[in-house]
Every structure is written in C-alpha cells, then in structure tokens.
C-alpha cells in the first residue's frame, strides 16, 4: 500500500519551532517533489512549500518565507518541514503530498497524508 504518514504535530507557543516528518511506505520518496499544504477551518487548502525532487530547490508560499524550511533524507525516505517562528495564523492541519513535479494545485497530487495538527497559542 502507497502512504505518506505525517508525524510531529502539536500545541506550540507563538515564536516557538515545531518539525513535521512526512515519511514513505510503499514506495519511495526519490525522484518525487513534496509539497506541504494545510488547511485551516473553513479555509481552502493552500500549499505553504514545495520542494523539489532532487532538493535543490524550494518554493515557498510569501507567508511562510524566512520561517518555515524543507529537507530530504532519501535514505530515511521521508521529508521535514522546519517551521520557525510560529505565528497564531500558522494554526492549521499539515499535509504532505507527493507528485513528479512541484504544483499549487493540490489536485495535481498523486498522493496524500493524513495530516497532522499544528496549533500555535498562548
């Protein structure tokens, strides 16, 4: 079975750091690009970065610029988002995609995790 699995959620102070794993099973994450996307209540989904296959490059969303990062580890077959500087707006579901390319449209993905809560209070 083809998953992508979101981990490392949580409750985090604003200006607090949190780090997401978007990790592979049944196949592997080499040779696709991954997007990050959330989706906040009653808010369409949005992609806040992508990062392309190889790693070499990353686009970002202007909201997220400076703040949140992505990296790769093949050999682990998963992928991170680093979120600094967490904002109350960043309060969302976190998702993972994975595609050949980098698209906006998360319907140009192929496949998708479950998500994972981030929330970022006082």
């Known amino acids: 079975q083809l998953q992508l699995v979101e981990s490392g959620g949580g409750l985090v102070q604003p200006g607090g750091s949190l780090r997401l794993s978007c990790a592979a099973s049944g196949f592997t994450l080499d040779g696709y690009a991954i997007g990050w996307f959330r989706q906040a209540p009653g808010k369409e989904r949005e992609r806040v970065l992508c990062i392309s296959s190889s790693g070499g490059s990353t686009n970002y969303a202007d909201s997220v610029k400076g703040r949140f990062t992505s990296s790769r580890d093949n050999a682990k077959n998963t992928v991170y988002l680093q979120m600094n500087s967490l904002k109350p707006e960043d309060t969302a579901v976190y998702y993972c995609?994975?595609?050949?390319?980098?698209?906006?449209?998360?319907?140009?993905?192929?496949?998708w995790g479950q998500g994972t809560q981030v929330t970022v209070s006082s």
């Open positions: 995609a994975a595609d050949r390319l980098c698209w906006v449209l998360p319907d140009r993905y192929d496949y």
